[in-house]
């Protein structure tokens, strides 16, 4: 587990950066995230070669968190060790809520050993002493070493290592002129790799190298090999889902490319393990849905910084707003579905307008269904999680998707269940398998 004591110390540089040299020197790795980050599994994705994955106790269940992480770790084939990038603080969880859904919980449901990455700018032997806190303040979380970032001078890096050698604990490595790397931001954090291609490929291999260079990667395998064994049992989509949905395959088409890469790869994994074809498709660069297609999945994303192009795609738009299946759509696909998103013309499918806004709507939920769809049934329990900075004019249909702190949120209008709320669908599997039973 790769921490921190709070957001802005480096987790996301150096996970990643390890996870690619890792994979440089011939190591495979699972790379996995806690909390309901989009963004950071892409760049895992890019330095791992296998799908970056999500771990978070809110939304799927404490049960679930160590089933989900073997399933990734022997999907498609076994890894030699897991890298779990944590989430703000080491001890920071859902707000209100104490430690639950925090990076350390997550390391005791796995008993995952800890590395702390700490931001060691205007630090000397305070640096040491902030660790010596994280550790103390739940023992039962084992603080296996440091890694230095932001260092700057070998004379800076002698301080730290002294300092740490007092209170004994491992320094793993330290890491300078990571400035020179930064991958750049926008309103609700890092630009997708998917948006960037090249440069971020360009990126992650770059910061393998830093982190081949700079930390001592033998003695984190061995930390990593001192991990307690885990008990058998991976994740089993079909056995969630209870298998197969009788029928012909139908085929689900689910949105991605750079306007939609919001998404979690267990939503098709559980299609597919209700009886679908889940077909990937881009609305701002296809002009039809895919041959055959029965329902539609539209996912969360950037639509707002990709409007212009989605409203260019008058075919794409058209062919949704004539399609009569059922379609699910979180957040973005909220957007892409009303009439306008920030004056530039939508699919038309739901009587909602929306724009940009300067505040940033983020936060778990516990939601509620209010009314039957084609993925609910009435009063149907789930947690999910929102982001972003945009709002619709009205926030809700006469028929809403989801009731949250006393409000009606989202629609439900024929076949479509739209709302801002993100899920994880390994914590609600049922949502997969009435959604193929829909489309059939």
């Known amino acids: 587990m790769i921490a921190a004591?709070?957001?802005?110390?480096?987790?996301?540089?150096?996970?990643?950066g390890l996870m690619a040299a890792l994979r440089?020197?011939?190591?495979a790795v699972s790379p996995h995230k806690v909390g309901p980050d989009y963004i950071d599994p892409g760049y895992h994705t890019l330095a791992a070669g296998r799908p970056g994955r999500n771990l978070d106790?809110?939304?799927?269940?404490?049960?679930r968190v160590l089933p989900l992480l073997l399933h990734g770790a022997t999907t498609p084939h076994l890894a030699d060790l897991a890298v779990?990038?944590?989430v703000m603080g080491l001890h920071d969880g859902a707000a209100g809520r104490g430690e639950f859904a925090s990076t350390a919980h997550v390391a005791r449901l796995l008993g995952a050993p800890v590395v702390l990455v700490i931001d060691t700018t205007g630090q000397g032997r305070s640096a040491a002493a902030c660790a010596l806190g994280m550790h103390a303040f739940d023992p039962a979380v084992r603080l296996a070493g440091v890694i230095l970032n932001r260092v700057g001078s070998p004379r800076h890096e002698t301080l730290l290592r002294e300092a740490f050698a007092e209170v004994k604990l491992p320094v793993l490595g330290a890491v300078r002129g990571v400035e020179d790397l930064v991958t750049p931001s926008r309103h609700l954090g890092l630009i997708p790799a998917a948006e960037r291609e090249e440069p971020a490929i360009q990126i992650v291999e770059a910061l393998g190298s830093l982190v081949d260079e700079a930390v001592d990667l033998d003695a984190l395998l061995a930390i990593a090999g001192q991990a307690p064994p885990l008990p058998a049992g991976a994740w089993d989509p079909v056995e969630a889902v209870g298998g197969p949905v009788t029928g012909t395959l139908p085929r689900i088409a689910v949105a991605a490319g750079v306007a939609f890469t919001f998404s979690y790869p267990e939503t098709a994994i559980l299609l597919e393990?209700?009886?679908a074809a889940a077909v990937p498709f881009d609305p701002r660069t296809d002009r039809r849905l895919p041959p055959g297609t029965r329902g539609i999945v539209l996912g969360g994303g950037f639509p707002e910084v990709h409007a212009e192009a989605l409203a260019s795609n008058q075919a794409m738009r058209a062919d949704i707003a004539a399609f009569d299946g059922p379609i699910v759509a979180e957040c973005a696909g909220l957007l892409y579905l009303g009439q306008r998103l920030?004056?530039?013309?939508?699919?038309?499918?739901l009587p909602v307008t929306a724009s940009m806004t300067p505040r940033l709507t983020l936060g778990y939920r516990d939601a509620v269904a209010p009314v039957d769809s084609c993925v609910t049934v009435q009063n149907q329990a789930v947690r999910g999680h929102e982001f972003h900075r945009t709002t619709t004019d009205p926030v809700c249909g006469r028929l809403a998707a989801w009731t949250w702190d006393g409000r009606n949120h989202g629609f439900v209008d024929h076949r479509v269940h739209a709302s801002y709320l993100h899920l994880h669908w390994a914590g609600c599997p049922s949502i997969a398998r009435r959604l193929v039973a829909a489309c059939l």
């Not at 004591?5 to 990643?16: D, E, I, M, R, V």
């Not at 440089?24 to 190591?27: A, E």
């Not at 920030?342 to 499918?349: E, K, T």
Request: charged residues 20%.
């Open 57 to 63: 106790p809110w939304l799927v269940g404490e049960h």
């Open 273 to 275: 393990a209700a009886g």
């Open 84 to 86: 779990i990038e944590g």
């Open 342 to 349: 920030d004056g530039a013309p939508m699919c038309g499918r």
């Open 24 to 27: 440089q020197r011939g190591r």
């Open 5 to 16: 004591p709070a957001s802005g110390h480096g987790k996301t540089t150096l996970a990643t």
